[in-house]
């Protein structure tokens, strides 16, 4: 007899020896599904995996997308696409790191977003939706009538 036996293809033993085909890639499916559901494990396809928006954590997939509310399919997509879910909240990093960042305007520049909005006297998420909207006018003008207010007001 040699060494090297051979290998019964569609079992999961062949998978592990290294058998990709789609016989043995099949029975391995199936060995994995009925362990998990010996060990009380529903497949993964049925909950999702532990999903992580930010610094909060949801059990499924289901719960992540109504708790972020977005579709499942966008969920899974962020998964596939970056492995996570901190791109989802917004296009560049999250809103609650952008807080936290530095404002510039022209030569000005304050510690963070709310900071600015305390210093404007407008309310918090003003400053936000007026920067993602583009209305750069709008933030100006404020931003003179609290320099105005202040008499800080820069004459040019
Ligand atoms: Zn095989």
């Known amino acids: 007899m040699k060494t090297r036996q051979p290998i019964k293809h569609g079992t999961s033993n062949a998978y592990k020896c290294g058998c990709r085909c789609t016989r043995c890639t099949k029975a ?3 060995a994995c599904r009925s362990y998990r559901r010996k060990k009380g ?3 993964i396809a049925e909950t999702g ?3 992580k928006i930010n610094s909060k954590v949801y059990q499924s997939q289901t719960q992540a997308a109504v708790a972020a509310g977005v579709s499942q399919s966008t969920i899974s997509w962020h998964l596939n696409k970056h492995g996570n879910l901190d791109r989802l909240g917004g296009k560049r990093g999250n809103p609650n790191n ?3 960042k530095p404002v510039q305007i022209g030569e000005r520049e304050w510690p963070s977003r709310s900071a600015l909005e305390r210093y404007l006297g407008v309310s918090s998420g003003r400053v ?3 920067i993602k909207k583009g209305q750069m006018d709008l933030l100006l003008a404020a931003l003179l009538r609290a320099d105005g207010k202040r ?3 820069e004459t040019s």
């Open 151 to 153: 008499g800080t007001g």
């Open 41 to 43: 494990i529903k497949d």
């Open 28 to 30: 391995n499916r199936d």
């Open 49 to 51: 995996n532990p999903c």
């Open 98 to 100: 952008s807080r936290r």
């Open 128 to 130: 936000h939706r007026w």
